[in-house]
């Protein structure tokens, strides 16, 4: 597809070609949550998707669709966790190498997982150092395929084949409720639903870069945020992502750390699931009313991603 342009005919290729690779993850329900939010709540759940988030759909479709003879050289990204663990995953099915700029301070789960799949670890300061500049100097000595995690139109196609399912399984959507770190799982559902269902996105308080965007109306940097959703700590939309946000998202809200937290004992008391920090502030934002409008809907939620220790999950669930 063309640099920056993605269309639902894309969502559906990339579709194609997860067939028979990503799991189709269910749809959950509870009679609990639709009570709290005073909607039907219908519940994506990627975190039992392989590599345990929705990641791995757009890191597979960038590596499929790849040139072999390009490919084979091998691929690299950077990230906290969620997609670095995805790209060492896809990689491994491909049977390329994989190279993954990962800060320091990234929970020890998600370190441990990406490099049991096979691949080199290159860790920096999140804090001191600009990933960007890191991965595409790496990757042009090691002669790699950079695949950001969210900044690419397969990688985006990809995350949209999340939404594609969900309609598909579940119905039509009012309103459609999705995380938001650089971008990609939101502009890929939003391209995928149409213009039929309001999509809201959902970021930590402390780190609401794309919120902030999108009242500036363009794209501003913000220092790294100090909240429990590692997988939300970026610091501005991505350039291909946000103007799909800013044409088809109808709002950015915010929740806290301490409801997102609410959230994730929710769900594990309630529907037996553990979530990590960014997969559970979706949900959050419904609980704690801070979408408008969703009264007797039909509510999409993006339960995003599970890849959270049992040591962490139990510190932050006890406080």
Known sequence: ?????????????AAARLRGVAHRTPVLTSRTV???AGATVLAKAECFQRGGAFKFRGAYNAIASLDPGVRARGVLTYSSGNHAQAIAYAAALHGIPATIVMPDDAPPAKAAATAGYGAELVRYDRYRTSREELGRRLAGERGLTLIPPYDHPDVIAGQGTVALELVEDAGPLDVLVVCVGGGGLIAGCATAVGPGTRVVGVEPAAGDDVRRSLRAGHRIEIPVPRTIADGQQTTSPG????PVIQRLVEDVVTVTDAEIVAAMVLVFERMKVVLEPSGASALAA????????????????TLSGGNVGAARFAELIAG
């Open 1 to 13: 597809m063309a640099l920056g342009t993605v269309g639902i005919d894309d969502v559906r290729a």
């Open 239 to 242: 350039e291909l992502t946000f």
């Open 34 to 36: 639709d009570g709290l």
């Open 286 to 301: 419904v609980l704690h009313g801070r979408v408008a409008g969703i009264a007797g809907r039909r509510v999409g939620v």
